[in-house]
């Protein structure tokens, strides 16, 4: 298996641009986990899905972010507007559920301006 | 949500032994006490866990306290791919409930 894929890798944009990240997660997996990490704060979650259903959306830093799963190989994080702030690298995680080991993807770097 | 306590810091040289705590005093009986570390510029990614017996795999071993309020994970020969962030996470083995909160965990040097 290729593991979770996340594109793009880096992303370099204007304040005030939309901003779509995306992950696919293993084949098999039921449970995708979307993560923010910056010096000041750390690895955060942000949302998690169970079966392509929002589970716990608490993390998410406000109204500018969403998160989809349309369906069980496919997720997206968008901000929009995009603000400096929001520069960090983005990981996307899934498992098979439960306590079970999660396998995190390689990141997306984003750089705002 | 129960909290795990950390080193910010830990240094150990090439080839010796491991050792880094986790103080997480307000456990309950059904956490699961799990190990991930990130490298470099990747993401997190696995190494360990148990629940009250001690555990060895291939990456390292978990030694669990017998009241269960702390833990150490050893690493028997460190090198240098070995440097990295490491992570002790308590996670409830209750149903529906599979997040993961990751706290500031110790970062490992290793010296040549």
């Known amino acids: 298996d290729a593991g979770v894929i996340q594109s793009p890798r880096h992303e370099v944009t204007e304040m005030g641009q939309e901003v779509t990240l995306r992950c696919k997660p293993i084949?098999?997996?039921?449970?995708l986990f979307w993560y923010r990490q910056t010096m000041m704060r750390g690895l955060e979650l942000l949302i998690y899905?169970?079966?392509?259903?929002?589970?716990?959306d608490s993390g998410m830093p406000e109204d500018r972010f969403s998160a989809k799963m349309p369906n069980a190989s496919f997720s997206t994080l968008k901000i929009q507007p995009s603000e400096p702030r929001d520069s960090a690298v983005y990981f996307c995680?899934?498992?098979?559920?439960?306590?079970?080991?999660?396998?995190f993807g390689p990141g997306t770097r984003l750089l705002v301006l | 949500d129960a909290k795990t306590t950390q080193p910010n810091s830990m240094e150990s040289n090439e080839e010796e032994p491991v050792h880094l705590p986790c103080n997480h005093s307000?456990?309950?009986?059904?956490?699961?006490i799990h190990w991930y570390r990130q490298l470099p510029s990747q993401g997190p990614e696995y190494v360990i866990h148990?629940?009250?017996s001690n555990v060895n795999n291939r990456m390292a071993s978990l030694a669990i306290a017998e009241d269960r309020k702390s833990s150490t994970l050893i690493l028997h020969r460190a090198t240098l791919r070995d440097a990295a962030v490491y992570y002790c996470?308590?996670?409830?083995?209750?149903?529906?409930?599979?997040?993961?909160?990751f706290g500031a965990g110790t970062r490992l040097t290793v010296k040549p």
């Open positions: 995680a899934s498992s098979s559920g439960g306590v079970e080991t999660q396998y």
């Open positions: 307000t456990i309950s009986g059904t956490d699961y």
């Open positions: 899905f169970n079966n392509n259903v929002p589970i716990d």
């Open positions: 084949s098999g997996h039921n449970s």
């Open positions: 148990g629940l009250t």
């Open positions: 996470i308590l996670r409830d083995g209750g149903y529906n409930n599979n997040d993961m909160r």
